[in-house]
């Protein structure tokens, strides 16, 4: 791997000495050895629903029962003793609390797999499943059970615009100003079970500095791996840990 080599191991002491900032970007990858669906993988979600049915506005206002109906099974799979997280987001926890630096984790998971893992400082750029948001007047709760279109919202009291806390298709992500600001400062970036073709996140690793060290850690190489100097390719919860022992200059 790139990061046993000598070479690659004195660059990140030199990171962690200047405090480099590092960003980090996940992906479905990341939370499928934890035992949840990939996307666009050919067992993945959207092989068996289709896109325009429960993840677009225009399907919510077509049929918000469908669309409930879709993301309450994936809360309550979510929600399942048997799904925790793995090694790679144990890892990226530990990395944000011993780098030197700023760590930030953007990840377009709508899981809190991160979270339960000990992350802090992070961005759900595609929304999380476990909130609910109303279409009126924008409260964000925390959401665990179903949904359904008679569900009122707790702040206005209107009933038939809770929506699930998730971005859908046609949708701006969330702050995207705090990310390209991280982006920008960022000393290394890392992209961690992506498919590379899902914008603007497969565009990030374009964004940030000139010599900027950009790291992929995927099962196979993505759509934009070669835009990656390091380019590792495994699974993540091997990966992810041997990755972060090499950044921070230990063994776990």
Known sequence: ???????????????RAAHGAVVVLTGAGISRESGLHTFRDADGI?????????????????????VHAFYNQRRRGLLDPVVL???????LARLERDWPGAVLVVTQNIDDLHERAGSRTLVHMHGELLKA?????????????????????????????????????????????????????????AAIGTSGTVYPAAGFVDAVPRGCVTVEINLEPSEGASRFVHRI???????VPAFVDALCGGDG
């Open 233 to 239: 390719h495994g699974p993540a919860g091997t990966a």
């Open 1 to 15: 791997m790139a990061w046993e080599a000598s070479d690659f191991r004195e660059r990140m002491a030199a990171l």
């Open 85 to 91: 997280p793995n090694p790679a987001h144990a890892a």
């Open 133 to 189: 948001r109303c279409g009126g007047c924008g409260t964000v709760i925390r959401c665990r059970e179903d949904l359904a279109p008679a569900h009122p919202c707790v702040a206005c009291g209107n009933a038939g615009g809770v929506r699930p806390h998730v971005v859908w298709f046609g949708e701006m992500p969330l702050e995207l100003d705090r990310i390209y600001h991280a982006l920008g400062q960022a000393s290394l970036f």
């Open 46 to 66: 959207w092989a068996s629903v289709s896109i325009d049915e429960v993840a677009t506005p225009q399907a919510f206002a077509r049929d918000p029962a469908r």
